[in-house]
């Protein structure tokens, strides 16, 4: 008989535990399905409308940078302008004056051949 009450024992048991452990993770159980997919549709809202500002954000930075560096750029290049302007000077006065004294020793070899 012995052996009957511990079979009895443990069936109780493994009912009893059983039965506990239904109750429990109806308890603890998280929400329906209909609620997680509530859920989950509010959550990936919420990550697209980030998302959107986030992206919005990155345009507008881009668009600055853009405009900054078009500024620069621009800049840049008037700046080189100016500078090649200016040794497009400094060229046509030193060859001027090179051309001038090469006129000038040649009539002065010319006067001296006479």
């Known amino acids: 008989m012995s052996d009957r009450d511990e079979f009895g024992a443990f069936l109780v048991g493994f009912i009893v535990g059983g039965l506990t452990g239904a109750v429990v993770s109806l308890l603890f159980a998280p929400q329906s399905g209909e609620e997680t997919r509530a859920l989950i549709k509010d959550k990936s809202i919420e990550l697209r409308d980030k998302a959107s500002v986030t992206a919005e954000q990155a345009i507008a930075k881009a668009e600055a940078a853009a405009a900054e560096a078009r ?22 006065t030193r060859g001027k004056t090179a051309l001038d004294a090469i006129r000038k020793t040649k009539k002065t070899e010319e006067e001296v051949a006479i």
Do not use: F, S
């Open 71 to 92: 500024a620069r750029a621009d800049e840049l290049a008037h700046q080189l302008k100016a500078k090649g302007e200016t040794v497009v000077g400094e060229v046509k």
